[in-house]
């Protein structure tokens, strides 16, 4: 431990020597607090390269895989296109098993030209890709793949296989939405970093409308609901009576033969018995062919578009949602219809507020604590700005390590408040004790107290980056990605802070006490805090 301590009492003396050289002029001090707010500026200015989220993607080792076929496709069609998928999929190393659904992708999506499945991957030490490498892998090699849509994305629990970016175009006209709604997608495939782009505004199936003639209904003394009621016993049947057996109670249903109505030529031949004689239905209606919708959504109660779209690896959601506005906000929408974010995109833009109201409420409630101890009310001001110096080495780590700013990023962000005024604590605290009750001016005091604090604020602040380091590098099997950007936040908030606090806490205080000598013997007769 001989050369360790040596090795301190060199760093001791060599900080004191250019603290020294700082106090001597108050030029290079004030040269040094301008490059280090240029060095703050020019950070601040690189967070623009800085992707945003709402929360780590973690590799659980699920995938979902969504299909659609074209309106009109029956069961058995959608069956065997599913089939020559899950063949593909058989020959992958990394998949462990595949369930699949047929007619459905959710609760909201139903229909036989659908399907899901959930495919889990083997376990993330027995495979060399990760779950997004294996999802762009099916993407390509499921493209050939001709007349159906194909989403492919990686799942995790806090999105519960929802699509990463979800938004609504909402307004007052249902065909106006669908226009626009078009338009913003097909302007967002220049986006880049967006994949597996849908919205709810598509056609469903084909189907027959019959739109009644109401003056010629008034004539045959017939009403629409009565035209309704004859049309739906007709087509769908109507419940007539029920048959009891052995206590088993079924219903009697009356209904047209399927042979009599399975054409729109049948159908207009259905006949009608209104009061003044029995009718056509041709003779009281108009019937057309119209496309439907498979689902109209709404948001707050008004109708919407849904737009949905995945991130692709090596993006982030920031910079997706950045895209989409911009390309709403050059549209210039028409006033009754904006866009509303939803799922994750909402949550992302909701927890960085509350994430900047928990940043200011911790700033004040430390200012209060620091008030308390130091007894001054400027002084908790110096030791705060050691924060934002911490600022400088968070943003370089992200950069530097390509990580993104989220959830987990912001709530180190808040922790790194209380850790990193320790080292102006102990660097003032004592600097206060030699000024007041040992009658030692202010340079004095600093030239004393900050190099006998300098190993223990080297000492704790090693210990805590080393601590981190396991964190910083994603150890460990499960949730690594989601403990990662604490250790890489709170390892570089330390390092530069630490580095730049041993030298700007005392040259400001310096600066800012001036060069008058106190000769007092207690903390009564004091002037300078």
């Known amino acids: 431990g001989i050369w360790l301590e040596r090795m301190f009492q060199s760093w001791d003396r060599a900080y004191g020597a250019t603290l020294s050289w700082f106090f001597?002029?108050?030029?290079?001090?004030?040269?040094?607090?301008?490059l280090v707010l240029a060095l703050l500026v020019s950070s601040l200015g690189l967070s623009k390269y800085i992707g945003f989220d709402f929360i780590p993607s973690i590799d659980e080792g699920r995938i979902a895989l969504k299909v659609e076929m074209p309106s009109g496709y029956s069961l058995d069609e959608t069956a065997k296109k599913l089939e020559t998928i899950e063949n593909r999929l058989k020959k992958y190393d990394e998949i462990s098993h595949i369930w699949t659904t047929l007619g459905t992708q959710g609760q909201t999506s139903i229909g036989v030209n659908l399907a899901a499945m959930n495919i889990k991957l083997v376990d993330k030490d027995k495979r060399t890709k990760s779950s997004r490498e294996v999802v762009d892998k099916i993407t390509r090699?499921?493209?050939d793949i001709p007349n159906v849509r194909i989403r492919v994305s990686s799942v995790f629990s806090v999105t519960s296989g929802r699509a990463d970016v979800e938004c609504y175009l909402v307004g007052q006209n249902l065909d106006s939405l669908i226009v626009y709604s078009n338009r913003i997608a097909d302007l967002s495939k220049t986006i880049p970093g967006l994949i597996?782009?849908?919205?709810?505004?598509?056609?469903?199936?084909?189907?027959?409308t019959i739109t009644p003639d109401l003056i010629?209904?008034?004539?045959?003394?017939?009403?629409?609901?009565a035209l309704a009621v004859t049309l739906r016993g007709s087509v769908d049947g109507l419940v007539t009576t029920h048959y009891k057996d052995q206590g088993e109670e079924y219903d009697i249903r009356v209904q047209m033969t399927r042979e009599t109505i399975d054409s729109p030529e049948k159908l207009a031949d259905i006949p009608i018995v209104g009061a003044s004689g029995t009718y056509l239905l041709s003779q009281l209606a108009e019937i057309t062919f119209t496309?439907?919708?498979?689902?109209?959504?709404?948001?707050?109660?008004?109708?919407?578009?849904?737009?949905?779209?995945?991130?692709?690896?090596?993006?982030?959601?920031?910079?997706?949602?950045?895209?989409?506005?911009?390309?709403?906000d050059d549209m210039n929408l028409p006033s009754g219809y904006h866009l509303v974010w939803g799922?994750?995109?909402?949550?992302?833009?909701?927890?960085?507020?509350?994430?900047?109201?928990?940043?200011?409420?911790?700033?004040?409630?430390t200012y209060m604590l620091l008030a308390a101890m130091l007894e001054s009310l400027t002084q908790p001001l110096l030791i705060l700005g050691t924060v934002p110096l911490s600022i400088i080495g968070v943003l370089g780590s992200l950069l530097i390590t390509g990580l993104s700013m989220n959830i987990i990023s912001m709530l180190s962000i808040v922790m790194l408040i209380g850790i990193v005024v320790n080292n102006a604590i102990l660097q003032l605290d004592y600097t206060n004790i030699l000024v007041r009750e040992r009658g030692k001016s202010v340079t004095e005091a600093l030239l004393e107290a900050c190099p006998t604090k300098l190993k223990p604020i080297i000492m704790s602040n090693i210990a805590i980056v080393i601590s981190m380091v396991p964190m910083a590098m994603g150890s460990g099997a499960a949730g690594s990605e989601l403990r990662q950007p604490m250790g890489v936040v709170t390892i570089g908030g330390i390092i530069a802070s630490t580095l730049l606090s041993i030298y700007v806490i005392?040259?400001?205080?310096?600066?800012?006490?001036?060069?008058?000598?106190?000769?007092?013997?207690?903390?009564?007769?004091?002037?300078v805090q």
């Open 24 to 34: 001597r002029s108050k030029f290079r001090g004030a040269a040094f607090i301008v």
């Open 291 to 328: 496309s439907g919708f498979d689902k109209i959504v709404h948001q707050n109660r008004a109708v919407a578009v849904m737009i949905e779209a995945d991130v692709a690896k090596g993006y982030t959601m920031g910079d997706i949602t950045k895209g989409i506005t911009r390309i709403v």
């Open 506 to 527: 005392p040259v400001v205080y310096h600066m800012i006490s001036g060069k008058k000598l106190v000769h007092v013997k207690n903390a009564t007769q004091s002037g």
């Open 343 to 365: 799922g994750m995109a909402k949550e992302m833009n909701k927890t960085a507020m509350d994430m900047l109201m928990a940043f200011l409420i911790a700033v004040v409630l």
């Open 196 to 208: 597996n782009l849908n919205t709810s505004a598509r056609s469903g199936k084909p189907e027959i």
């Open 141 to 143: 090699d499921l493209s």
């Open 216 to 225: 010629k209904l008034n004539d045959a003394g017939l009403t629409a609901s």
